[in-house]
């Protein structure tokens, strides 16, 4: 009788020591879990965190991507520095003649031309002479694919700034309208002071500048930038509520244009 109790007892313990391994079992699988779930959790705040970061005109991508990559984007960004100063050298070059120098294109491209066909008709009625083939002049033909699709990007691009012109001066939206005849003002000042070709160098010249030191103190120009447009905000609102609130509009009707 002894014997079966003491067999008793130990099936019991070895029981209980089964039960209690399967118990830190589960417990140690739910701390697990939890802390999976914790890391979650911090992952989706940080997420959240950086999503409500303020970025300049609210984009969401890095600025190689806005500009929307490859080779263009890498020769603004000067990533590849050689071909980037190579672009900006010729660019200079090219107003340097034009603005400094006072060179006409006219002028320019026929001296070009006189000087390209008098190389060309001298060697090929020289090569007879010195035992050397005459050049062999390539046939340029334009593709008609390629003529025909540059002209219909240009179609979709002004049906779209016509589109654009039409909402704009539709009266729906006012900051819009204010904020284009602003735009318009500064270029039309801009126009006065430079000539056309001068205002194209300079936007090239910012185009190969501003994206470069945005890219480089981005957080520091995004949080510049937040200031402002919250500043700007409040100078509207003040704006709205003295000035154009009181002006009177009339109903809006919609029109259909055929």
């Not at 009177?248 to 055929?258: E, M, T, W």
């Amino acid at each position: 009788m002894a014997d079966h109790g003491g067999d008793h007892e130990k099936h019991e313990s070895a029981a209980e020591s089964l039960i209690d391994k399967i118990t830190d079992k589960f417990h140690s699988s739910d701390s697990s879990s939890s802390d999976s779930d914790d890391d979650e959790g911090i992952k989706s705040a940080a997420a959240a965190v950086k999503g409500k970061i303020y970025r300049l005109f609210g984009r969401d991508k890095p600025v190689h991507k806005v500009l929307g990559g490859g080779k263009p984007a890498d020769i603004i960004l000067w990533r590849d520095k050689k071909v980037s100063a190579g672009v900006f050298g010729v660019a200079t070059a090219i107003w340097v003649l034009f603005e400094v120098l006072e060179y006409q294109l006219l002028t320019l491209v026929c001296h070009l031309l006189i000087l390209a066909l008098a190389i060309i008709f001298l060697w090929s009625n020289a090569s007879t002479f010195i035992n050397k083939s005459p050049p062999k002049i390539p046939e340029v033909i334009l593709p008609e694919d390629i003529v025909l699709a540059v002209a219909s990007g240009i179609r979709i691009e002004i049906n779209r700034a016509l589109a654009i012109l039409r909402e704009i001066a539709s009266g729906r939206d006012l900051k819009k309208f204010l904020a284009v005849i602003a735009s318009l003002w500064v270029l039309s000042l801009l126009g006065s002071c430079f000539n056309f070709l001068t205002l194209i160098y300079i936007c090239f010249v910012l185009l190969h500048t501003v994206p470069v030191v945005y890219e480089k103190y981005e957080d520091q120009v995004d949080a510049f930038a937040e200031k402002a447009e919250a500043e700007l905000k409040k100078q509207y609102a003040v704006f709205d509520a003295k000035v154009l609130s009181k002006i009177p509009r009339g109903p809006l009707k919609d029109k259909k244009f055929l």
